[in-house]
């Protein structure tokens, strides 16, 4: 939320991304940034297929986005980084917002919250 405060809607997703990094981290939490999920597939790994925005104390993963509203593909990008990780809670949060509370998904084990 100070992110949001101190820079408004409007921003690119990397603005956001990096603020948001930094502040969580000056609030003590371990930050992992542009976290490489590999995939597997019939012998072979893709190692660097995606990449997580953030993952927080290796217990949460945060993706951010600067979209003009958020879609169910973002949901299943989401989803797609807490199967690949084995993680069981994630964060979607769009900058884009007037209202930041408007544009956070939280997901656990798969399911919108």
Do not use: W
């Amino acid at each position: 939320m100070k992110v949001h405060s101190a820079l408004g809607p409007g921003l690119l997703e990397s603005a956001y991304h990096e603020c948001l990094a930094h502040e969580l981290r000056m609030r003590g939490l371990a930050v992992r940034e542009h976290v490489s999920m590999p995939i597997a597939y019939g012998g072979l790994t893709l190692d660097h297929a995606y990449k997580a925005d953030l993952i927080l104390d290796d217990a949460v993963i945060v993706e951010v986005k600067a979209v003009t509203r958020l879609h169910p593909i973002h949901e299943a990008q989401l989803l797609s980084y807490l199967v690949l990780s084995g993680l069981q809670v994630g964060l979607l949060i769009n900058f884009h917002e007037m209202h930041l509370k408007d544009g956070i998904r939280r997901m656990v084990n798969g399911f919108r919250e």
